[in-house]
C-alpha cells in the first residue's frame, strides 16, 4: 500500500509570494492533518480535514489554509510568505475514527524564504 | 501554553543500555498518547501507543509507561541499538482526534 505523497519535496520562494503543498494520503485514509516543524519548535499542528471539512485547527494566522477534494487529496496553501514560514510542512493521513489515533506521515515539504 | 513537553532536547546513551526518554503534559481531556521516531530527511513514524486508561505498554524492546497522577509518560529502550538514534517524538491525541506534539529528543545510542 503506497505511503502518503508530499508534493514539492523542496521549493524556494520569496517574501510576499504565496506557495501550495500538495498531499496524497494513504489510500482509504479519509483525515489530513498538516503540521509545521521547524528547528527547536517540535511539529507544530495546522490544520485537518475530515472528508473535505476541516475539523480542527491550530494557532496560525490566516495566511494559512488549506482544503480537502473528494479523493481525500488535501492542499495548504500559504499566502504573503515571511521568512518565519521556511520550515519543513508535513503531512499525515489516518483513518479518521475515533482511534488511537496512529498518524502516517510523509516526507515533507522543506520550504525556503528568502 | 505547551500542552506536552519533552524536557530534555538530547540523550545519549552506550549500546546495550536503557534509553529513558520522558514527556509531561498538562492536559487531562488527553485520551491516547504515542511515540513517534524520526530520521532526517524522513517523516515521523509511529513506533507505540497507550490508552489513558492504561499504564504500560509493551512492544518488543519498547515500553511506554503512564503516570497519569503525575500527567507523564515515559518511552523504555531496551536494550538501545545504534539504529535507534533518531529524534523522538511524544505526542497526545484528544477524542476529537487532534494530536499535540512535544519538541521532540535526539536519541544517540553509542556504539
Known amino acids: 500500500k503506497a505511503g502518503v505523497t508530499q508534493t514539492p519535496r523542496y521549493l524556494i520562494k520569496t517574501r510576499g509570494q504565496q506557495v501550495t503543498l500538495s498531499c496524497s494520503p494513504i489510500s482509504g485514509h479519509r483525515s489530513v492533518s498538516w503540521y509545521q516543524q521547524t528547528p527547536g519548535q517540535g511539529l507544530q499542528f495546522l490544520f485537518e480535514?475530515?472528508?473535505?471539512?476541516?475539523?480542527n485547527k491550530g494557532n496560525f494566522p490566516g495566511r494559512f489554509s488549506g482544503r480537502q477534494f473528494s479523493n481525500s487529496r488535501s492542499e495548504m496553501n500559504v499566502s504573503t510568505l515571511e521568512l518565519g514560514d521556511s520550515a519543513l510542512y508535513l503531512c499525515?493521513?489516518?483513518?479518521?475514527?475515533?482511534?488511537?489515533?496512529?498518524?502516517?506521515f510523509g516526507e515533507g515539504s522543506r520550504l525556503t524564504v528568502l | 501554553d505547551q500542552q506536552v513537553k519533552q524536557n530534555s532536547p538530547s540523550l545519549s546513551v552506550q549500546e546495550g543500555r536503557i534509553s529513558i526518554l520522558n514527556c509531561d503534559y498538562t492536559?487531562?481531556?488527553?485520551?491516547?498518547f504515542l511515540w513517534y521516531k524520526k530520521y532526517p530527511a524522513e517523516g515521523p513514524t509511529f513506533l507505540i501507543s497507550?490508552?489513558?486508561?492504561?499504564d504500560k505498554n509493551e512492544d518488543g524492546r519498547f515500553t511506554v509507561f503512564l503516570n497519569k497522577s503525575a500527567k507523564h509518560l515515559s518511552l523504555h529502550i531496551v536494550p538501545s541499538q545504534p539504529g535507534d538514534s533518531a529524534v523522538y517524538f511524544c505526542a497526545a491525541k484528544t477524542n476529537a482526534g487532534k494530536s499535540t506534539f512535544g519538541d521532540g529528543t535526539t536519541l544517540t545510542v553509542k556504539p
Open positions: 499525515a493521513s489516518s483513518a479518521g475514527h475515533l482511534n488511537t489515533g496512529e498518524l502516517f
Open positions: 492536559n487531562s481531556m488527553f485520551d491516547y
Open positions: 480535514y475530515f472528508s473535505e471539512t476541516q475539523r
Open positions: 497507550i490508552s489513558s486508561i492504561k
